[in-house]
Every structure is written in C-alpha cells, then in structure tokens.
C-alpha cells in the first residue's frame, strides 16, 4: 500500500482545515533561504520569525523529534542555497555535517530551536563575509557594507568617498580593481537583488518599490529593471504568480 495516496492527502488537508492548521507557503517559506544566499542579515530575524510561527509540518508525534527532522529539512536547503551563492561545497556541506551532529544531541524542543538561530547566522554571516573574501582594502570594504545599509537613500561616489576620506576619483578606481565592478553597477547590481525579492515577496506596488529603492520615479526604475533583467517588473512580478510562487 502507498504511503502517500490522494485519499490519504485529502483526508489530511479536511483535519488541517477543521484544525485551523496550515503550513507556510513555498514563497514564505523560501524567502529566508535568498536572504541568507544573500548574506542579508533578515534572514536570521525570518528564520527566527517561521519557526516561532507553528506554522510547520507535522512529521513526528514526538514534539522534540519533530524539531529535529524540520531542522534536517531546513538546513538541507540551507546548504544547496549556500552553495549556489558561492560557498564552497566541502565547507558548506561540512559545516552541515555538524550543525546536524550537534542537533543529535538536543534534549528539548526549546535547544533545537536555539541551534537553528545558530545555524542560519553562522551561514548567513559565512554569505556576507564570502562577498568581501577578494576586498583587501578597508576603505572598499566600508563602502560595501554603507551600501548594503543605505540601498534605500541616494548614493553618489562622493558621499562613499566622504565617508571613507578619500579623493572620488581614487576610490572609484580601487573599488574597480578590488571587486571588478563599477561603484555605480554594484549599487545598481544590490538593488536589483532587492526589487527582485520585494517583487516576488511582497504586495508593494512598483511605484513603492522605486521609491523604498531611492529611484526617482517608477519609470526610472523599470527602465533600470528591464535593462537588468530583461523584463519589467510586473512581468517578473507575473512570471512567479503564475507558478504559484505569491503570499495568500
């Protein structure tokens, strides 16, 4: 006999419905996995915020080993979003390894929790440092990080450059060679990164967004949009509620 059949399905959706009981979403649930990807520390604060939500699977009957095969599933991704942000594969899976071996040793419901708070910051601090890993300089490293902080102000060479106390003209030339972009590319680059999550995310219109992003108008921004991503941004909005990928 099948362990999974459709009667089997719909018997359990009828008692998680009479129950008020549901799960998260797919798009809630992989909202914390790109911010970690990202190196964004949101991630930590949502990961903490899903799992506070009881909002998860029933896998278990028991309360402690429950939490524990939800954290075998949520660190599995963890890993692959990881990995698929740059993070070397023996590492990442190492670090797996024995964040889960850990785990084995929880006694309570309450330490697994705390161990997954662990968890998600050590790989999205491990994201965020990776983004540095080739930045010598401490003037360049400053600038990333402002601008990681202040995507939703204006910024200009100059401010960065007053920032760090250093001629423009210079700092646009270290931040090149050091990260083999542009200053004006890599704002561009990050804000694209967050209008894509916010887009598929979040209810906020597009005339929102450009604003939250320090863009001038909406015109402004799906011009800069569809320039990065070959679309506008209510295609790319559209493209993801048609695959279900849109909070209820």
Known sequence: MAVVDDSKLRYLEFIQREDRVRHHTYVQEMRQYDLMKAGDPEAIRESVRMWDSGLYGHVSDDPVRNAKYLFVTSITLVTRFAIEGGMDEEDAYNASDLYIQDMDHCQSVDEVRRLHTDMMTFF?????????????????????????????????????????????????????????????????????????????????????????????????????????????????????????????
């Open 124 to 248: 999205t601090w491990a994201m965020a440092d990776l983004a540095k890993q080739d930045v010598q300089s401490r003037p360049v490293v400053e600038c990333l990080d402002y601008i990681h902080y202040h995507l939703h102000e204006k910024i200009t060479v100059a401010m960065l450059a007053a920032h760090v106390g250093l001629n423009p003209t210079y700092l646009s030339e270290l931040f090149k060679k050091e990260t083999g972009s542009s200053i004006s590319q890599y704002i561009t680059d990050r804000r694209m990164e967050a209008a894509c999550n916010m887009l598929k995310y979040s209810k906020y219109s597009l005339a929102e967004i450009a604003q939250i992003l320090a863009y001038r108008s909406q015109s402004h921004f799906t011009k800069v949009f569809g320039k990065a991503e070959g679309m506008t941004p209510k295609e790319y909005r559209d493209r993801f509620a048609k695959t279900g990928m849109w909070p209820e």
